[in-house]
């Protein structure tokens, strides 16, 4: 018993070790899929809850790596069991990342139905409200809606992207988001407004620092 719960505390460790790597930065997502990968050994070892949090984590993963999604058996399993069973954040994290699997099999009706089941999930009166996971999901739905020329949508999306992102001390992404507006005037003819939304951006991104965005 004692070697199965320091196995089990172990098994946790690692886990969240791999969950911290990829919130880094996007591109150390694969660094946590090798992590995820050299656990697959001990998944009849782990307990229902880790087995859970493995999958999650895996399809966070991938999804940061940009590696395209090609069945949602696993996370719509996920997402029920977090459903019941998860935190505010735990069930806003795994109904976005079911809503971009929903996206690489181009469901788009279902995408969006998950990432606004996600938003929905979210406690922003929270202390710990996981701000930087609510910003990717407005970010999302913006482009979803930009692919549908649906310009008030487009713009509602991507300003909620902007302010979470903000919240979330994300300022390059926050300035992202604002320029990704750009395509919402576009779509309504208004090219003056389209031109100010991006020399404001390239202002923003200067300061902050990048002039390769700002350029």
């Given at each position: 018993?004692?070697?199965?719960?320091?196995?089990?505390?172990?098994?946790?460790?690692?886990l969240s070790k791999a969950d911290s790597i990829m919130d880094i930065a996007d591109d150390s997502a694969q660094i946590a899929i090798k992590m995820l990968d050299a656990l697959k050994p001990e998944w009849s070892k782990f307990t229902k809850a880790q087995r859970m949090r493995y999958d999650l984590l895996y399809h966070k993963a991938m999804n940061k790596a940009d590696i395209m999604f090609t069945s949602d058996s696993v996370?719509?399993?996920?997402?029920?069991?977090?459903?019941?069973?998860?935190?505010?954040?735990?069930?806003?994290?795994?109904?976005?990342v079911l809503g971009c699997v929903y996206r690489d099999l181009h469901e788009v009706p279902l995408a969006l139905e998950y990432y606004n089941k996600a938003t929905e999930q979210a406690d922003t009166t929270a202390i710990d409200c996981d701000y930087g996971t609510l910003y990717r999901v407005y970010s999302q739905m913006g482009f979803l809606f930009s692919k549908q020329?649906?310009?008030?949508?487009?713009?509602?999306?991507?300003?909620?992207?902007?302010?979470?992102?903000y919240l979330a001390k994300d300022t390059l992404n926050a300035i992202v988001n604002y320029q990704n507006k750009e395509s919402a005037y576009y779509y309504l003819g208004k090219k003056d407004s389209?031109?100010?939304?991006?020399?404001?951006?390239?202002?923003?991104?200067k300061q902050y620092g990048n002039n390769y965005a700002a350029a």
């Open positions: 018993m004692l070697l199965s719960c320091t196995g089990n505390k172990a098994y946790d460790q690692q996370m719509k399993d996920v997402v029920a069991y977090y459903d019941k069973y998860g935190s505010a954040n735990e069930r806003m994290l795994a109904n976005y020329y649906l310009p008030y949508q487009i713009l509602d999306a991507f300003s909620k992207a902007e302010k979470y992102a389209v031109i100010a939304i991006n020399l404001r951006a390239a202002s923003m991104f």
